[in-house]
């Protein structure tokens, strides 16, 4: 009986060890960060300017100046009708994480491994880093909000 409480009062002991442990590293994540700052960022539509795609138009929310980088989140409108030879282009992004929103009209997107599917306002997704996906169709009045970790990333594209 003697023996079993010493192993117990020693597997509890090695217990607060790893959770002290786990808060340092925690703390010394935190404080490797950029502090981060208020802001706020209201609607303007000229606000909205040339991004990534020619056939759309985004709207920086201001979280990448914000955040030291961490985050980067923008609206993104279709400005153009959908046209498979410049909008369906196979590519990737090299994030850590990303999520999409929809905010007016639909989306519809095919996923390596998980096919294709449209989304309408209301509907989120997050795409796991580095999944291959395909743009194939989206209405005149699709805007979209899109969170990415982090701010800077690279998008590659894909041969067809």
């Known amino acids: ?42 609607h303007r539509e000229e606000d909205f300017d040339q991004g990534l795609r020619p056939y759309s138009a985004y709207r920086d929310l201001g979280l990448a100046p914000a955040t030291g980088g961490m985050v980067q989140a923008h609206v993104i409108r279709m400005t153009k ?4 030879d410049e909008v369906a282009i196979p590519h990737y992004h090299d994030v850590d994480f990303q999520m999409v929103y929809v905010l007016k009209g639909w989306f519809t997107s095919e996923f390596e491994g998980y096919g294709a599917h449209t989304f309408r306002a209301g ?10 996906h395909t743009v194939l169709d989206y209405s005149d009045d699709c805007e979209v909000l899109e969170i990415i970790v982090p701010a800077n990333f690279k998008t590659v594209e894909l041969t067809k």
């Open 1 to 42: 009986m003697a023996k079993a409480k010493r192993k117990a009062k020693a597997t509890r002991a090695k217990t607060k060890k790893s959770k002290k442990k786990i808060v340092a590293k925690s703390s010394k994540r935190a404080k490797a960060r950029k502090p981060q700052r208020f802001t706020v960022s209201h």
């Open 81 to 84: 009708p959908f046209s498979a």
């Open 123 to 132: 509907s989120c997704w997050i795409q796991p880093p580095k999944i291959k």
